[in-house]
């Protein structure tokens, strides 16, 4: 079966910190893993997906996960935290099967920047 | 750009009321899903659609029913709503396996 556990549920950095929100998983099958993000009233918004090949995933924003086999993690970072990064972020994995179209989602991690 | 759009932002509902949530989609996904989302357990999922008139339970099914007619429409339906549906729920849709697209959400109180 699949998992997503995120651990923190609220991570607080600086302006200009380095980003880095953390996400382990578990899969009976090759994962797909996606990182997506929630701005306030809004719904969600793709930053990133590894499906094969490199194990560093650039996404939109300056953001940027490494998917490492041996640890089971997908861990988010940003080398500079902005201002407009403070949202709500979730790790998801694709499930297996024939469910592949379906992702199971973490419970998130809600990012705060301080000036 | 895919856009996946909810019928309202803001719903409120009273306790045994009825309840209809649309969703439309304008990029010919097949496949549609319906989440809630409550504070400490990120995205749950109660239906998924991967053809017209098909639907599969999700995660949490129990007190809801959908609705498919037409390929870029999906509707969840609360047949006797409960103040313990209060939530956000966010439709979202995709192609094969390729990401989902979500909508905005639509907030919805039980009174």
């Known amino acids: 079966a699949q998992s997503v556990t995120q651990l923190g549920s609220h991570v607080s950095v600086s302006e200009g910190a380095l980003v880095l929100l953390r996400c382990n998983y578990s899969?009976?099958?090759?994962?797909?893993l996606f990182w997506y993000v929630q701005y306030p009233n809004q719904g969600l918004q793709l930053l990133l997906k590894y499906t094969t090949g490199a194990t560093l995933v650039k996404g939109i924003n300056g953001f940027e996960a490494e998917f490492k086999k041996s640890e089971t993690s997908f861990h988010l970072t940003k080398p500079s935290a902005h201002m407009s990064d403070a949202a709500e972020y979730f790790c998801?994995?694709?499930?297996?099967?024939?469910?592949?179209?379906?992702?199971?989602f973490g419970s998130g991690t809600r990012l705060s920047i301080r000036p | 750009d895919v856009k996946v759009t909810q019928s309202s932002r803001y719903l409120v509902k009273r306790t045994g009321e009825k309840v209809f949530l649309e969703c439309v989609q304008d990029m010919d996904h097949e496949n549609m899903f319906w989440y809630r989302q409550d504070p400490g357990l990120g995205l749950r999922l109660i239906y998924f659609s991967y053809d017209v008139k098909m639907k599969e339970k999700g995660d949490i099914p129990e007190g809801y029913s959908v609705s498919r007619e037409k390929k870029e429409r999906f509707s969840l339906i609360l047949e006797s709503a409960s103040t313990n549906q209060t939530s956000m729920y966010l439709c979202a849709s995709s192609y094969s396996n390729q990401p989902q697209h979500f909508g905005d959400g639509t907030r919805l109180s039980i009174l």
């Open positions: 899969s009976s099958v090759p994962p797909y």
């Open positions: 998801a994995v694709r499930r297996g099967g024939s469910s592949a179209s379906k992702i199971i």
